[in-house]
C-alpha cells in the first residue's frame, strides 16, 4: 500500500529545479505533501484533491493525476531552504494516510 | 495554531519493559495518529483513533496497543519493549471529515526511543 517516491535522493545548486514524484496502486481521494527537516517533525506543504483542486504554496506546486494515481512536487528556483526530505501521503479514504519513503533533498549554495 | 505535544523527546528502555509515549493535542481534533519512522521505511502507522474510546489497527500495530480516554490525548503502550522497537515515535492529529478527504495532519516532535 505504500506509495512509491522518486527520485529517493536529489542534491540542487541555488536557484535549480526539482521533480519528485509518487506513485500509487490504489485509487486515491487526495494527495498531500509533507517536508520534514533534520531532527524535526514533519510539515504539511500541500494537498491535492481529487477534481483538481489544489491548495499549495508559493514556489512550490504539484500535480495529481487521478488516471495514473500519480502526483508530482515541483520545486522552482530552490533555496537553502527547502532542503528536507520530502514524503507524499496518499489518502485512499477514512482519514488514513499512508506515506512514501521519502526524498531526500539537499540544496548547496 | 495547532499544538501536538509528545511526553519526551528522547526515551531509553530495557528490554521487556513497559512503555508508554503520550501526545496530547490542543485543537479538538477527532482523530489522532501513531507512526514510527525508521531510515529508508517513511513513515508507517500503527494505530490511530477517530473519537474517545476508540481504535483502529494500522500497518504495524504487532506489539503495541493505544488508549484513548480523553478527546485530547492518545497514548501508545509497548507490553514488553524489544529491541526491535527502537525508532523515532511521531504522533499526529488532524480533524475529521466524512470521507471526502484532504485534512492535514499535525504532527508531534516526535519520540526518539532506544530499547536496549
Known amino acids: 500500500q505504500q506509495p512509491v517516491q522518486s527520485p529517493q535522493a536529489v542534491i540542487l545548486r541555488e536557484g535549480e529545479d526539482a521533480v519528485i514524484n509518487c506513485s500509487s496502486s490504489?485509487?486515491?481521494?487526495?494527495v498531500h505533501w509533507y517536508r520534514q527537516k533534520h531532527g524535526e517533525a514533519p510539515v504539511f506543504l500541500m494537498i491535492l484533491l481529487k477534481g483538481g483542486e489544489q491548495k499549495g504554496h508559493e514556489k512550490i506546486s504539484a500535480s495529481f493525476n487521478e488516471k495514473k494515481q500519480q502526483s508530482s512536487l515541483y520545486l522552482t528556483a530552490s533555496q537553502l531552504s527547502y532542503s528536507g526530505t520530502y514524503f507524499c501521503a496518499l489518502e485512499a479514504g477514512a482519514n488514513n494516510l499512508f506515506f512514501g519513503t521519502g526524498t531526500r533533498l539537499t540544496v548547496i549554495p | 495554531d495547532v499544538k501536538v505535544t509528545q511526553s519526551s523527546r528522547y526515551l531509553v528502555k530495557r528490554t521487556g519493559e513497559k512503555v508508554f509515549l503520550e501526545c496530547v493535542q490542543d485543537m479538538d481534533h477527532e482523530n489522532m495518529f501513531w507512526y514510527r519512522q525508521d531510515p529508508g521505511l517513511g513513515l508507517r502507522l500503527i494505530y490511530f483513533?477517530?473519537?474517545?474510546?476508540?481504535?483502529e489497527k494500522g500497518d504495524i500495530p504487532e506489539g503495541y496497543s493505544v488508549s484513548r480516554e480523553k478527546k485530547e490525548r492518545f497514548s501508545l503502550i509497548l507490553e514488553s519493549a524489544s529491541t526491535n522497537q527502537t525508532s523515532m515515535y511521531l504522533c499526529a492529529s488532524s480533524l475529521w471529515t466524512s470521507g471526502t478527504g484532504g485534512e492535514t495532519q499535525y504532527f508531534g516532535p516526535g519520540t526518539r526511543l532506544l530499547v536496549l
Open positions: 483513533s477517530y473519537d474517545v474510546k476508540m481504535k
Open positions: 490504489k485509487a486515491l481521494y487526495s
